[in-house]
């Protein structure tokens, strides 16, 4: 079980401090072991707002690191033309020395697609399409667009990338889905517990692991978690209650999603400001409990070896959904904790 770092939830109108927990949570992880570092693809929302483009910020994130991986989580492939990604990648494949990775997503928000709206339809096959010509212009291959002349031409990307091959995964909100269909492309999947719980995870996980081509080996699973250890669980749960309680509610469509173990029956256009406020308790208490990574190290330990057995390969801690880039920079001590005494417990296994 990896454990990386995975930024979010940040509020581009809050008054901290830019990008300070970026980079410092960055350098540390880097010293400590983690696995990675993954910045989002987020548009015209404060919530996000921060993190308009992975590739920039993992640029910066490469400068000032020299062993963690650098990971888009994600890139939304229908706003952008592949070669544009290849390129921005490829750019950050060498700055970090090859330590580039991509986890790409198909986009939900119509608003989003302001950049590219004729793809908004059909998203989900332009993001096939999209994973294979990144593949391929990754690997030096020529591949034909359209160009301004309205002829197809072949185009390589520069510059190479430091790497044949670039590691891909596919981002999922639970839809079972696009866990097979990252599985056919001998892809990763990154995905989260909005909308789902562990035990319909695990068997989204064996869907995926099925469908994986005997060439791809065992695939590779990644489960963002938002996370805060400390030294008393009881602490962190009312360190957390608030900043956790605005996500939820800034996720509200998310969490109607999964409406039916929360208030079954519900219809959005008739919730009250109370119903709302009733709501997101009622997730907190849930998740607090049994869908992040909160409370001690030990609690912590007893996460990790549950997610173990569904067949979860790395957690991508959420660190930045905590409005106090202080408290969040503290628990990461706590969490470099978590991951020496997981190392220990699982020596030689």
């Known amino acids: ?6 930024f979010f939830g940040d509020d581009a109108d809050s008054t901290r401090d830019g990008y300070r927990l970026l980079m410092d949570a960055a350098r540390f992880a880097d010293e400590q072991g983690f696995a990675a570092v993954w910045t989002p693809e987020r548009h015209f929302h404060r919530f996000g707002g921060r993190y308009p483009s992975p590739a920039v910020l993992a640029a910066a994130v490469a400068a000032v690191t020299s062993r963690i991986s650098v990971r888009a989580g994600s890139v939304v492939a229908p706003l952008h033309h592949p070669v544009r990604i290849a390129e921005e990648w490829s750019v950050v494949d060498n700055l970090s020395g090859g330590r580039a990775g991509v986890a790409f997503a198909s ?26 010509k990144v593949r391929r212009l990754w690997r030096q291959e ?18 190479a990338p430091t790497r044949p091959d670039v590691p891909v995964w596919l981002t999922s909100a639970g839809h079972a889905d696009t866990f097979r269909t990252a599985g056919r492309l001998g892809a990763g999947v990154l995905t989260h517990l909005l909308g789902q719980d562990p035990d319909e995870l695990a068997g989204k996980i064996r869907e995926y692991r099925r469908a994986l081509p005997g060439s791809a080996g065992p695939g590779h699973v990644v489960l963002m978690l938002h996370t805060l250890l400390g030294d008393d669980r009881e602490a962190v749960r009312e360190k957390v209650r608030e900043p956790f309680s605005a996500y939820l509610r800034s996720s509200i469509e998310l969490i109607m999603r999964n409406s039916g173990d929360v208030v079954p029956g519900v219809n959005f256009d008739e919730l009250t400001p109370e119903d709302v406020d009733s709501m997101v308790k009622m997730s907190f208490d849930r998740y607090f409990d049994t869908s992040g990574l909160f409370g001690t190290v030990a609690d912590g330990t007893r996460m990790l070896e549950r997610l173990v057995d569904i067949g979860v390969d790395e957690v991508a801690c959420l660190i930045d959904f905590v409005d106090d880039t202080d408290a969040a920079l503290a628990g990461l001590d706590h969490l470099a904790e978590l991951r020496r005494t997981w190392a220990a417990m699982t020596a030689g296994e």
């Open 107 to 132: 986009g939900w928000h119509a608003v989003d697609f302001t950049l590219q709206p004729e793809n908004y339809a059909q998203r989900k096959q332009v993001l096939v399409d999209t994973v294979e």
């Open 1 to 6: 079980m990896d454990l990386s770092l995975f």
């Open 142 to 159: 020529s591949v034909e667009f359209v160009d301004g002349s309205g002829d197809r031409t072949p185009v390589r990307v520069y510059p």
